[in-house]
C-alpha cells in the first residue's frame, strides 16, 4: 500500500466508525460482525481510512490481533472525540425534536450523602415534573458497570479516579470516610493503637455486586472480614460492635456526636477523602432531563480537603 499523498484527505463519519469498531472488539472479523458487514468490507474501509490520512493505522505484519501504530493511537484519540462530538450533537438536536426523554434511569454510588441525592431529586421534580424517574444505589464498580452496559442512563461512582473507554466523566466533590466501630469495640476502647491493631479484628467490608473490582482489595486492612453489598447492613454490624469499618461521615455524624459510634485512632489507617463522578456512556449522551441531573450534582460540589474542622472535630 502506497502513503505518498501530499496531505491528508477528510475521513468519512463512517470510516471513523469502523476504525474504532476494530480497536474496541479487537479484530476485522469481530468489527464485520458487530456491524453486520462483510469482513472484506471493513478492510476495505480501513485501507481507504489510511490512503486518506496517508500512513498506516495497524501493524500489517502482526499475526494476532490488530496492534495499532504510533500513528494509530494518536488517530485514536481524535476519532474517539470527533465522534462523541457528533454524538452529542445528534443528542442534542433529537431533544430539540421529540422534547424531554419519556423517562431517566440511573444508578447512584451508596457513599453518596443523602442530603446531596434528596437536593438534586427534589430540582429535577420541579422542573421535571412529568418525567419518571428509576434510581439504583450500588457501590464501588456496579455503577459503572450498569452505565456501560446500559442498564442506566447516567450514574454517578466512586473511585478509582481513572479514565473509562466508552465513558465520559465529570468530577463533582468528595466525602470524607473515617474508621469507625462501636463504643465497646477492643479499638475503640484502646487508648492508642499499635500499626497493625486494625488487622487483629474483623472488617466490615463493602463488597462489590459487579465483577469490576474483582481480584482488588480496596481500603481493607483486616486479614478476617465479613463482606455486605449494602452500606445500611455495614452500618448495623457496626453499630452492634460486630467489627469496625470505613463510614462516610455524613451517615455516622449524629452516631459520632451522640456515642454511638465511636471515630478510631488506627496509625495505619487514617480514612480519607471518597471521590465522586458523573458519568454516561460516550456514544449515547443523556437528554435535557439527565443532563440537568448531572449538573445538578455538579453545581453541589461540597469537596472535602483534609483538614476541615467539621470532620476533624468529630
Request: aromatic share 6%; hydrophobic share 45%; no cysteine.
Amino acid at each position: 500500500m502506497g502513503f505518498g499523498m501530499i496531505g491528508p484527505g477528510t475521513p468519512t463519519l463512517d470510516q471513523l466508525k469502523v476504525f474504532l469498531t476494530v480497536v474496541d472488539v479487537g479484530s476485522f472479523v469481530g468489527a464485520a460482525r458487530t456491524l453486520g458487514r462483510a469482513t472484506s468490507v471493513i478492510s476495505y474501509t480501513i485501507s481507504n481510512l489510511e490512503a486518506q490520512l496517508g500512513f498506516p493505522l495497524f501493524d500489517r505484519d502482526s499475526t494476532r490481533k490488530p496492534m495499532l501504530t504510533e500513528a494509530g493511537r494518536t488517530v485514536l484519540a481524535e476519532a474517539r472525540a470527533v465522534t462523541n462530538g457528533v454524538n452529542r450533537l445528534r443528542a442534542k438536536a433529537q431533544g430539540l425534536l421529540q422534547g424531554i426523554e419519556a423517562g431517566v434511569t440511573m444508578a447512584l454510588d451508596m457513599m453518596l450523602p443523602a442530603s446531596r441525592v434528596l437536593d438534586a431529586l427534589k430540582s429535577f421534580r420541579d422542573a421535571y415534573p412529568t418525567v419518571p424517574l428509576h434510581i439504583r444505589f450500588e457501590g464501588l464498580g456496579a455503577v459503572t458497570q450498569l452505565v456501560l452496559d446500559g442498564t442506566v442512563a447516567i450514574g454517578v461512582r466512586g473511585p478509582p479516579d481513572i479514565e473509562i473507554d466508552g465513558l465520559e466523566r465529570l468530577g463533582i466533590g468528595s466525602v470524607p470516610l473515617v474508621p469507625v466501630a462501636a463504643p465497646d469495640h477492643p479499638l475503640a476502647l484502646a487508648s492508642r493503637n499499635h500499626v497493625g491493631a486494625s488487622r487483629e479484628h474483623v472488617q466490615i467490608v463493602l463488597t462489590d455486586r459487579s465483577e469490576r473490582t474483582q481480584g482488588q482489595e480496596l481500603g481493607v486492612m483486616a486479614t478476617h472480614t465479613w463482606r455486605v453489598t449494602d452500606l445500611s447492613a455495614k452500618y448495623m454490624l457496626l453499630l452492634e460492635g460486630i467489627g469496625w469499618g470505613a463510614m462516610p461521615v455524613p451517615m455516622v455524624r449524629d452516631d459520632l456526636k451522640a456515642g454511638r459510634l465511636v471515630k478510631l485512632d488506627l496509625p495505619d489507617f487514617k480514612g480519607g477523602a471518597y471521590r465522586f463522578f458523573a458519568i454516561h456512556r460516550s456514544n449515547t449522551p443523556p437528554g435535557p432531563a439527565g443532563s440537568f441531573l448531572i449538573q445538578r450534582f455538579a453545581s453541589q460540589v461540597p469537596d472535602w480537603k483534609p483538614g476541615d474542622a467539621d470532620v476533624e472535630a468529630l
